[in-house]
């Protein structure tokens, strides 16, 4: 219960770090819980504090998490590199794929989970650790997706880390240029890190991991 406590009063201050940002728009920031790498006691914690969805990056723990996740029906957005021959196997836990970035995994998703909602991830850093297609062929993904039946909601992409967040603000401003030249809605942008920025360029998600849950056990 204490960890419940903890995570709803980090919530509190993330949702006020991202209402004290100067912006001229005003819509909705919806705050997706990283819960990957934490057990699944986060994912209770997050669906308790009232997040707008959970974000897991590997296919092989969201599997094992697999019982609370249908238990408890978050919305679950996977956020991390996909493999194709994973995409089976996650099919039916999936809601949003955040990181489709190549022409396999828009067919693999769309073959496997047909109609679903998806963002394409756009390479904002040049780390290829990070995942993400390259800027010129943005469009041509999108188009590939919708032409294979998937929604695509927006656009994603992961800023630099290990630098200070202001690094990540030419990327974020030019995905948030994307997003409305292909008049998309979702702008998928921000981690613990780097919310402020992300707010400030034009953001309507987050994805906050260990500013809910503090630090990430090693991966072993
Ligand atoms: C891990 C991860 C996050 C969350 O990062 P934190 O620094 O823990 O907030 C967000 N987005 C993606 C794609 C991630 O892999």
């Not at 919806?30 to 990957?36: D, E, H, N, Q």
């Not at 039916?92 to 489709?100: A, H, Q």
Request: aromatic share 4%.
């Amino acid at each position: 219960m204490s960890a419940d406590i903890d995570v709803a009063r980090r919530l509190d201050l993330v949702r006020r770090e991202i209402d004290a940002v100067d912006r001229a728009f005003d819509h909705h920031v919806s705050i997706v819980a990283v819960t990957k790498g934490f057990d699944e006691w986060a994912i209770e914690a997050a669906v308790a504090a009232g997040c707008d969805a959970i974000g897991e990056s590997y296919a092989q723990d969201l599997l094992s998490k697999q019982a609370i996740v249908e238990g408890l029906a978050p919305e679950v957005h996977f956020i991390g590199r996909l493999q194709t021959n994973k995409v089976r196997l996650i099919a039916g836990l999936v809601d949003v794929w955040s990181s489709l970035d190549r022409p396999s995994v828009v067919d693999e998703v769309a073959k496997r989970a047909p109609s679903s909602r998806v963002l394409i991830q756009v390479d904002t850093t040049g780390d290829p650790a990070k995942g993400g297609c390259q800027v010129p062929d943005v469009d041509t993904l999108v188009e590939r997706a919708r032409g294979a039946g998937l929604v695509v909601d927006g656009l994603m992409t992961v800023g630099p880390t290990g630098e200070p967040a202001e690094a990540a603000r030419p990327g974020f401003r030019q995905v948030r240029r994307l997003v409305d030249e292909l008049g998309l809605s979702v702008c998928s942008m921000g981690m613990s890190g780097d919310i402020a920025v992300a707010v400030q360029e034009g953001s309507t998600e987050v994805r906050v991991g260990t500013g809910l849950f503090g630090p990430r056990p090693a991966r072993n």
